[in-house]
């Protein structure tokens, strides 16, 4: 049976123990209304890890005055039989004051290309505050293993840079998107969706799986790869894109033509709900590392073939 602590001393006492007795540790950072893309990256926790740990923490610091923090959906007793069921050893559920006490005046933050395009410019601070409660966790929890879901293809990539670059001893894991059969990305988000705008959020995974299959049939100017999506998307009046934008997959540098991996990332509103998905499309060959076409500096620490720390 899952068990369920609240400080960190009790998290830090069951983790030295599991890790004495040889197991590896995984670990999956929720902010808590787990759906499927969760358990998903729990059950991968399982396959990868003797021992998995979850945490059920809304993050304050991540959110903008005025936002969602407050209604932010939560559910704690249902997080842990869900958490319990897929395959968790251990939850830890604690309190702001827990993990941000009185005094504290410690941020961690990356800069740079990865924070300031995408989600980055609308919404200031969001995530050196996600880096820095990921920061805390990983030195509460000290697991081998770390898991995100691509649905959030930008907070791996910084979180990833984060964990690189204090060379913390972890190994930040993606996993793909999860998705509902029509197509919408698994989000906390969609419990905000009425009926109607949940059917019309569904236009946002169809435009970027169409543009997918017109890079597929071998278009590759990112101009006109977008409009494929943005064309689509602007046929449900309920849908506000905030940003479409083609990216390196690895550099999040701006694209003019696909010539290596990319992703097509979104934001958009839908009533309330601010909803992100992207889709990752691979180019065929290999690239050597220098100059790309795409005019993008490619180095040795980011290639394409370690998309792991």
């Known amino acids: 049976m899952v068990e369920v602590v609240t400080t960190v001393a009790e998290v830090r006492e069951r983790v030295a123990k599991e890790r004495a007795a040889g197991h590896a540790i995984g670990f999956v950072p929720t902010m ?19 021992y998995v740990v979850v945490s059920v923490f809304v993050n304050p610091t991540q959110f903008a005055p005025g936002t969602d923090c407050e209604r932010y959906p939560r559910d704690l007793a249902g997080d842990v039989e869900k958490a319990g069921k897929a395959g968790a050893d251990l939850v830890f559920a604690p309190s702001v004051e827990e993990m941000y006490p009185p ?38 929890v000290l697991p081998n293993k770390a898991f995100f879901g691509e649905k959030d293809y930008q907070q791996y990539l910084v ?28 989000s906390s988000r969609n419990a905000y969706l009425s009926p109607e705008e949940r059917k019309a959020a569904t236009v946002l995974s169809r435009g970027l799986f169409a543009t997918r299959d017109w890079f597929a049939s071998g278009e590759g100017d990112a101009s006109a790869l977008i409009a494929v999506a943005r064309e689509l998307i602007a046929t449900e009046p309920l849908v506000k894109l905030q ?51 795409n005019g993008v500096i490619v180095s040795a620490f980011d290639t394409p073939s370690s998309p792991v720390s």
């Open 32 to 50: 808590g209304a787990l759906h499927d893309g969760h358990l998903t990256l729990i059950r991968r926790a399982r396959e990868e890890c003797g």
């Open 103 to 140: 005094g504290d005046s410690t941020f961690v933050e990356v800069t740079g290309q990865l924070v300031e395009c995408l989600c980055g410019p609308h919404r200031p601070g969001h995530f050196r505050g996600v880096t820095t409660v990921c920061a805390r966790l990983f030195n509460i």
């Open 159 to 186: 979180i990833r840079r984060m964990a690189r670059d204090l060379r913390l001893p972890l190994e930040i894991v993606p996993v793909p998107t999860v998705r509902e059969p029509d197509g919408l990305a698994m």
């Open 243 to 293: 940003y479409l934008e083609l990216r390196d997959a690895e550099t999040l540098e701006e694209l003019r033509r696909v010539k290596r991996r990319a992703v097509l990332a979104l934001a958009a509103f839908v009533g309330s709900a601010r909803l992100v998905d992207n889709v990752v499309m691979e180019a065929a060959g290999p690239v050597a590392l220098g100059g790309d076409d």
